[in-house]
């Protein structure tokens, strides 16, 4: 499925380049930045894929139906609590042709090239809120609801589960986003996750920090904010 992403928030560029909400910016790496985020929005091209798939809760984990598939470990369920017997499983890239941009920057002017790859990060952010928002119409047609996205990293959900979450949704073939011997994506700017199915509006008490093996360290956290966003941040 082709997604639509015509614009970036500047805003989450800076924040994920861990600037200060309101600092001021010299003319320079203000005008840089807009570029970048220009030639970023010229380079991608967003493409994802989404599927349901009904889950059981067996001793090992969450266990997706007729697939050998596991979601494993506490956070998860702590996660998909509410969550009775549905899950979405969902994948997007923003192409190889940004990870070239990226390379070829990163060789002709670093500065650039590291601005790049943060706009790189949030367009696949960006893609992905496109795609959750689809999925959040189908659940809504359906009269259910959607918890957040939770992608293999977060908590004690192995980032090793990405090659099979990739297998499970034929994302070599259908989109062209494969995965490394060293489980990193290919093209990189790609995102992960998945999403539960819940009869109510889910309880917003979950917070992924609590569960992270960086929580004692994080500065995001110590300087009051987060990696992720909430289900209201991140569909609008
Ligand atoms: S903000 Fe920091 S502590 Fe919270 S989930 Fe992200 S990395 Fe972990």
Redesign the pocket.
């Known amino acids: 499925m082709l997604l639509s992403v015509e614009s970036l928030s500047k805003n989450e560029v800076l924040r994920f380049l861990n600037a200060d909400a309101g600092l001021t910016l010299p003319p320079s790496m203000d005008a840089l930045i807009d570029r970048c985020i220009e030639l970023t929005l010229e380079t991608i091209h967003p493409v994802g894929i989404y599927h349901p798939f009904r889950v059981v809760r067996t001793q090992y984990g969450l266990k997706l139906a007729d697939t050998p598939f596991i979601l494993p470990g506490k956070s998860i369920a702590a996660f998909f609590s509410e969550v009775r017997d549905t899950i979405y499983a969902m994948a997007v890239t923003v192409g190889p042709a940004m990870d070239r941009l990226i390379r070829t920057k990163m060789i002709t002017a670093a500065e650039e090239g590291v601005i790049l790859d943060t706009c790189g990060a949030v367009a696949a952010e960006a893609a992905a809120d496109r795609l959750e928002l689809e999925i959040r119409g189908a659940v809504s047609d359906q009269g259910k609801f959607l918890t957040d996205r939770y992608s293999p990293g977060?908590g004690d959900l192995p980032l090793e589960l990405q090659p099979q979450l990739l297998t499970l949704l034929d994302t070599s073939r259908r989109i062209g986003l494969m995965v490394t011997g060293s489980v990193l994506m290919t093209p990189s700017k790609s995102v992960t996750a998945v999403l539960g199915v819940t009869d109510a509006p889910p309880s917003a008490t979950y917070n992924?920090?609590d569960d992270?093996k960086?929580?004692f360290h994080?500065a995001?956290?110590k300087a009051g904010?987060?990696?992720?966003k909430t289900r209201t941040e991140s569909v609008s």
């Not at 904010?225 to 992720?228: A, G, L, S, Y």
């Open positions: 977060y992924r920090c992270c960086l929580r994080c995001l956290r904010k987060t990696c992720w």
